[in-house]
């Protein structure tokens, strides 16, 4: 099963086969074309894919290098100069990148968000967003451009049953339960020292006797649904959700910070391109969570569709790129 953390090699090679699509001219020589980057998994390659299509369309050159790997491979690719643009997470980035948590958010109070929150439900989207845009600025000199509606929390989700019989909506819940319930997480193994992960929710949430099965990222959900696990970490624009009727937990306690995207972009790729920022901002006021799950579910749906095609029909349909 291809799921939201992995994807199939070959679908690194499928974005060349993205025609470029001329919107507007180019006003201004370029000497090197944009090397635009994702992370292995079917989200990040399709909205990589749109960030390509989106700066072709301004008349831009454009290399691809999607499918590349996790966040330290695609970081580590723009600090080196290796990468100029990638998509990320504002909560990655505040969690992992920067190893920080909400407690350093200046701020932000006693608002913690919750799984799916956006700015309109909670001013901590934005307050995250100004900290981390602030923070890569100052240390690494790369420029988070506009975040969109769109959040990918982190989220814990249990079946359907498992929900009803022991009365767990709430991660507060499970970790109760966990007292008198062998818990078993279904997530890669890097999970358990995470401090976005296991290790985190012991520190939120207190004890928590849990294990984690350590699986590759591409076969969570196979696991957890051959019955290998109890509960699954869940990303809240995961088709697989919907599609096996899964229960997502609510972070009663604030845990995970939102998780809404936006294109990184090294600073003398905007000094040199002017048209490059205008471009990829377009994208920001249309793309929704609700959206975002929806494409998600045609590549590891029944339709099994190619990230290529559904970023392009996306664009085509928002009226940000013309066929």
Do not use: C
């Not at 998509?87 to 109070?109: C, I, S």
């Not at 920022?277 to 998600?296: I, S, Y």
Request: hydrophobic letters at 45%; zero cysteines.
């Amino acid at each position: 099963m291809i799921t939201r953390r992995t994807f199939v090699k070959v679908a690194a090679a499928a974005p060349l086969l993205g025609s470029a699509l001329t919107v507007a001219p180019r006003a201004f020589a370029q000497s090197s074309p944009i090397r635009v980057g994702s992370k292995d998994f079917p989200e990040a390659i399709i909205i990589g894919e749109m960030y390509a299509l989106l700066l072709e369309g301004a008349g831009l050159q454009v290399e691809r290098k999607l499918n590349l790997g996790g966040t330290a491979v695609a970081h580590e690719a723009l600090l080196s100069g290796d990468l100029d643009v990638y998509p990320e997470y504002t909560g990655t980035g505040l969690l992992v990148v920067l190893q920080k948590t909400l407690a350093d958010v200046p701020g932000l109070g006693s608002a913690t968000p919750t799984a799916g929150a956006t700015p309109a439900a909670n001013d901590a989207a934005d307050a995250v967003f100004t900290y981390v845009r602030d923070e890569y600025k100052s240390q690494f000199n790369l420029v988070w451009l506009d975040q969109t509606p769109m959040n990918d929390s982190q989220a814990l989700a249990v079946t359907r049953q498992f929900s009803e019989e022991n009365g767990v909506t709430t991660i507060s819940q499970l970790v109760a339960l966990a007292a008198s319930t062998e818990i078993t997480f279904s997530a890669p193994v890097d999970f358990e020292e995470r401090e976005d992960g296991l290790k985190g929710l012991r520190t939120t949430y207190g004890d928590f006797p849990a294990t984690v099965n350590g699986v590759a990222p591409g076969i969570k959900y196979q696991a957890f649904l051959d019955g290998d696990a109890n509960v699954v970490l869940a990303f809240s624009t995961d088709a697989e959700i919907a599609l096996n009727d899964l229960i997502v937990l609510e972070d009663d306690k604030g845990l995970w910070p939102p998780y809404h995207v936006a294109p990184v972009v090294r600073q003398e790729n905007l000094d040199a391109n002017a048209g490059l920022a205008p471009a990829l901002n377009a994208l920001a006021p249309v793309l929704t969570t609700e959206l975002m799950t929806a494409m998600n579910a045609r590549v590891v749906g029944d339709e099994k569709a190619d990230p290529v095609v559904v970023a392009k029909d996306f664009l085509t349909e928002q009226g940000l790129i013309t066929a």
